[in-house]
């Protein structure tokens, strides 16, 4: 068997595999410039292999490998032989073995699913110990003669402190974890996950996995990773880069609607009626309740000779092209080719050939008569006439029968603009544009979109991410019990159908490997005051400190628990309520403290998905008093912390929320 020396001159082997991978990359796009036949092929094979010496010259800089199997004789395929397994494959000296394999590779698979009691055909799995980019030590676990116990390396990777972006999880990844990420592409899943699961890692490595398994596929019709904030994304930001992946499209629905800028914002009445699926219909109306019947007959001067098609006809055609529900753009041009289709047996009646530029000539004809019973339109036209409200009895409002009265109301301007350029456009506004835009034109497909905090989604958020994974899968994370929004779901199966993929498989994540069990404990009893119905959480760790501290200030509580945690490794957050933060950044900058670096104050609103090493929770009772759900959002704040829990306090803590004894 190996000694640490032995895996030392290794790792030497596998840096100089990368800079052979390097240099031969940065060969390659010198030679590719002369081999490819035709111009087009050559920009393309440029293109590739320049792609590909940019990755591997931004790889970040990291251990080669973390595991290794042995496999023993118990194994048809690889008897005999040992692998080392790492974030990206590394191949060996002149066309030899690899001398890392990637962990998405069939035969890494073994490294996450053995066990002792089914060794998959391993003898032996190691686990290597890292100290930045120095082998430190390892771990073996001989599965062939049934042993296997609790890893220290293990527990060690998992509780290592909280210092910048977030990490993979590629070392420590669990079974039920590891079936998810390698779930089969057209398969969509829901991971419902409790606080501190890994659901997000889960989501972004499955990204990584579908991209090794199906790379020709994906690459054509892109994978998007939708996240909740830009704050979200800047901490997940290094996650895909270290695994190997950078074409990857990472943002936030909010950016990826956005067609017009956002410059009002809606009160919680009007945003909650925007936001609800019943406006797809409203708005269905007010697009196509611009299509009129035709009542006088069309003619297309040609020369000297007008060609006519009469209404009857015309009315056919443009009930039978209704009919057939199509996109509102491609309706009409379906009736203008119609309408040039019946000319043109007209006219080929009459001994005419119609050629490729006389059909031109009389679709532009047509044109006039055309904007007359199907115009084109824009969606803020659209979205203008509706939130201006009726415009007169003669006009039908597209939200009767719809909406009641206050939420017709709810939904007007109050001072409708005096045209479209003028008009200002809230966040809501943004999803109800892109619903009109969708009618009039299909959006851009994806292959595979992965929905972060799913569960904050409004029903017209979910009808956008459907358009656009259409054709595609899902991978949708999130936690019904850290709902936020008013319209947060209540139900994974409804989120589901609204997201155009009934049939998607639910899974829970119930065992927490970040947040310690102190800390899943006291946010544990929040759970019977949350609308739903979700598993309690189950922590792996039984390290952690939870603390609740009552003081009589609570500036001076909360800068006496930052000094403290100033201490210790790692990344510390101060969570407040929102009107709150203020006050408690200047009372932290007055006492010398910086906030900045390891040290932040976040807003209770903007700290979904974020970790902290140590987190100080300042007045529970002034979050959950915040919003409509303001003990979701109290949920999220305390399970924020992967290490220690400060909870100070100068009010009486909400009801809702019992845990141990208050220190002094």
């Given at each position: 068997m190996d000694t640490l020396d032995d895996e030392r001159r290794y790792v030497e082997r596998c840096r100089a595999g990368l800079r052979r991978m390097l240099e031969g990359a940065r060969n390659n796009v010198i030679v590719g410039e002369t081999v490819a036949g035709d111009r087009y092929s050559a920009e393309r094979l440029g293109r590739h292999l320049k792609s590909l010496a940019k990755e591997l010259s931004e790889e970040p800089e990291g251990p080669p490998f973390f595991g290794r199997l042995d496999f023993g004789a118990g194994s048809a395929e690889h008897a005999g032989r040992a692998y080392h397994i790492g974030r990206r494959h590394i191949t060996g000296e002149h066309g030899g073995p690899p001398v890392v394999i990637d962990w998405r590779a069939p035969v890494s698979r073994a490294f996450y699913r053995a066990g002792a009691r089914d060794p998959q055909g391993v003898a032996v799995r190691r686990r290597f110990g890292w100290s930045g980019v120095t082998l430190t030590g390892f771990e073996d676990e001989r599965l062939g003669l049934g042993e296997e116990g609790d890893s220290k390396i293990l527990a060690a990777e998992i509780e290592r402190p909280r210092v910048g972006p977030m990490r993979d999880i590629v070392a420590t990844i669990q079974p039920e974890q590891d079936d998810l990420v390698r779930a089969e592409l057209d398969t969509s899943i829901c991971v419902q996950g409790a606080p501190g699961t890994g659901k997000t890692a889960v989501g972004l490595h499955r990204a990584a996995y579908l991209l090794y398994a199906h790379r020709h596929r994906l690459e054509r019709s892109g994978v998007l990773v939708l996240g909740p904030n830009p704050a979200f994304l800047g901490y997940i930001s290094a996650v895909l880069p270290a695994l190997g992946e950078m074409n990857v499209e990472q943002t936030t629905l909010e950016r990826l609607l956005s067609t017009v800028p956002v410059t009002a914002a809606d009160g919680e009445a009007a945003a909650v009626v925007k936001h609800d699926e019943r406006m797809a219909e409203v708005l269905r109306r007010a697009l196509y309740g611009r299509v009129r019947k035709p009542v006088e007959p069309v003619a297309v001067p040609d020369g000297a000779y007008r060609w006519r098609v009469y209404e009857n006809e015309l009315r056919r055609i443009v009930d039978d092209t209704r009919r057939e529900s199509l996109p509102y753009g491609v309706g009409r041009e379906r009736v203008r080719a119609r309408?040039?289709?019946?000319?043109?047996?007209?006219?080929?009646?009459?001994?005419?050939?119609?050629?490729?530029a006389w059909l031109r000539m009389i679709g532009r004809g047509v044109t006039a008569w055309l904007d007359g019973v199907w115009p084109a339109v824009k969606p803020a036209e659209v979205l203008h006439e509706v939130l201006?409200?009726?415009s007169g009895d003669d006009v039908p409002d597209p939200a009767r029968g719809l909406l009641t009265g206050a939420e017709r109301a709810a939904l007007t301007w109050a001072r409708p603009p005096r045209g479209v350029k003028s008009a200002r456009w809230s966040a809501a506004d943004l999803v109800l544009l892109d619903e009109i835009a969708g009618l009039i034109e299909r959006p851009r497909g994806y292959g595979h979109v992965i929905v972060d905090e799913a569960q904050d989604l409004s029903p017209m958020e979910c009808r956008a991410v459907a358009r656009r994974v259409e054709h595609g899968s899902l991978t949708v994370l999130g936690d019904l019990a850290q709902g936020t929004t008013p319209w947060a779901a209540t139900s994974w199966p409804e989120r589901l159908g609204l997201l155009g993929k009934p049939d998607g498989e639910i899974v829970a994540l119930t065992t927490g490997f970040r947040v310690p069990a102190a800390v899943v404990e006291l946010a544990n009893t929040l759970l019977a005051a949350l609308d739903a119905r979700v598993p309690e959480t189950r922590s792996y760790r039984s390290d952690g400190r939870l603390r609740v501290t009552r003081v009589g200030a609570l500036?001076?509580?909360?800068?006496?628990?930052?000094?403290?945690?100033?201490?210790?490794?790692?990344?510390?957050?101060?969570?407040?309520?929102?009107?709150?933060?203020e006050a408690l950044t200047s009372a932290l900058w007055n006492e010398g403290l910086d906030v900045a670096g390891r040290l932040s104050v976040t807003p209770a609103s903007?700290?979904?998905?974020?970790?902290?090493d140590h987190v100080v929770v300042a007045e529970p009772a002034a979050i959950a008093e915040a919003e409509r759900r303001g003990l979701n959002r109290l949920y999220v704040a305390l399970t924020r912390a992967v290490s220690r829990l400060d909870v100070v306090h100068a009010r009486p803590l909400p009801p809702q929320l019992s845990g141990p004894a208050e220190a002094a």
């Amino acid at each position: 068997m190996d000694t640490l020396d032995d895996e030392r001159r290794y790792v030497e082997r596998c840096r100089a595999g990368l800079r052979r991978m390097l240099e031969g990359a940065r060969n390659n796009v010198i030679v590719g410039e002369t081999v490819a036949g035709d111009r087009y092929s050559a920009e393309r094979l440029g293109r590739h292999l320049k792609s590909l010496a940019k990755e591997l010259s931004e790889e970040p800089e990291g251990p080669p490998f973390f595991g290794r199997l042995d496999f023993g004789a118990g194994s048809a395929e690889h008897a005999g032989r040992a692998y080392h397994i790492g974030r990206r494959h590394i191949t060996g000296e002149h066309g030899g073995p690899p001398v890392v394999i990637d962990w998405r590779a069939p035969v890494s698979r073994a490294f996450y699913r053995a066990g002792a009691r089914d060794p998959q055909g391993v003898a032996v799995r190691r686990r290597f110990g890292w100290s930045g980019v120095t082998l430190t030590g390892f771990e073996d676990e001989r599965l062939g003669l049934g042993e296997e116990g609790d890893s220290k390396i293990l527990a060690a990777e998992i509780e290592r402190p909280r210092v910048g972006p977030m990490r993979d999880i590629v070392a420590t990844i669990q079974p039920e974890q590891d079936d998810l990420v390698r779930a089969e592409l057209d398969t969509s899943i829901c991971v419902q996950g409790a606080p501190g699961t890994g659901k997000t890692a889960v989501g972004l490595h499955r990204a990584a996995y579908l991209l090794y398994a199906h790379r020709h596929r994906l690459e054509r019709s892109g994978v998007l990773v939708l996240g909740p904030n830009p704050a979200f994304l800047g901490y997940i930001s290094a996650v895909l880069p270290a695994l190997g992946e950078m074409n990857v499209e990472q943002t936030t629905l909010e950016r990826l609607l956005s067609t017009v800028p956002v410059t009002a914002a809606d009160g919680e009445a009007a945003a909650v009626v925007k936001h609800d699926e019943r406006m797809a219909e409203v708005l269905r109306r007010a697009l196509y309740g611009r299509v009129r019947k035709p009542v006088e007959p069309v003619a297309v001067p040609d020369g000297a000779y007008r060609w006519r098609v009469y209404e009857n006809e015309l009315r056919r055609i443009v009930d039978d092209t209704r009919r057939e529900s199509l996109p509102y753009g491609v309706g009409r041009e379906r009736v203008r080719a119609r309408v040039v289709e019946a000319i043109r047996r007209q006219a080929e009646a009459r001994g005419a050939t119609a050629s490729a530029a006389w059909l031109r000539m009389i679709g532009r004809g047509v044109t006039a008569w055309l904007d007359g019973v199907w115009p084109a339109v824009k969606p803020a036209e659209v979205l203008h006439e509706v939130l201006r409200g009726p415009s007169g009895d003669d006009v039908p409002d597209p939200a009767r029968g719809l909406l009641t009265g206050a939420e017709r109301a709810a939904l007007t301007w109050a001072r409708p603009p005096r045209g479209v350029k003028s008009a200002r456009w809230s966040a809501a506004d943004l999803v109800l544009l892109d619903e009109i835009a969708g009618l009039i034109e299909r959006p851009r497909g994806y292959g595979h979109v992965i929905v972060d905090e799913a569960q904050d989604l409004s029903p017209m958020e979910c009808r956008a991410v459907a358009r656009r994974v259409e054709h595609g899968s899902l991978t949708v994370l999130g936690d019904l019990a850290q709902g936020t929004t008013p319209w947060a779901a209540t139900s994974w199966p409804e989120r589901l159908g609204l997201l155009g993929k009934p049939d998607g498989e639910i899974v829970a994540l119930t065992t927490g490997f970040r947040v310690p069990a102190a800390v899943v404990e006291l946010a544990n009893t929040l759970l019977a005051a949350l609308d739903a119905r979700v598993p309690e959480t189950r922590s792996y760790r039984s390290d952690g400190r939870l603390r609740v501290t009552r003081v009589g200030a609570l500036e001076e509580g909360v800068v006496a628990a930052v000094r403290e945690a100033l201490s210790f490794e790692g990344s510390i957050g101060v969570i407040a309520a929102d009107a709150g933060v203020e006050a408690l950044t200047s009372a932290l900058w007055n006492e010398g403290l910086d906030v900045a670096g390891r040290l932040s104050v976040t807003p209770a609103s903007m700290c979904k998905g974020l970790e902290y090493d140590h987190v100080v929770v300042a007045e529970p009772a002034a979050i959950a008093e915040a919003e409509r759900r303001g003990l979701n959002r109290l949920y999220v704040a305390l399970t924020r912390a992967v290490s220690r829990l400060d909870v100070v306090h100068a009010r009486p803590l909400p009801p809702q929320l019992s845990g141990p004894a208050e220190a002094a």
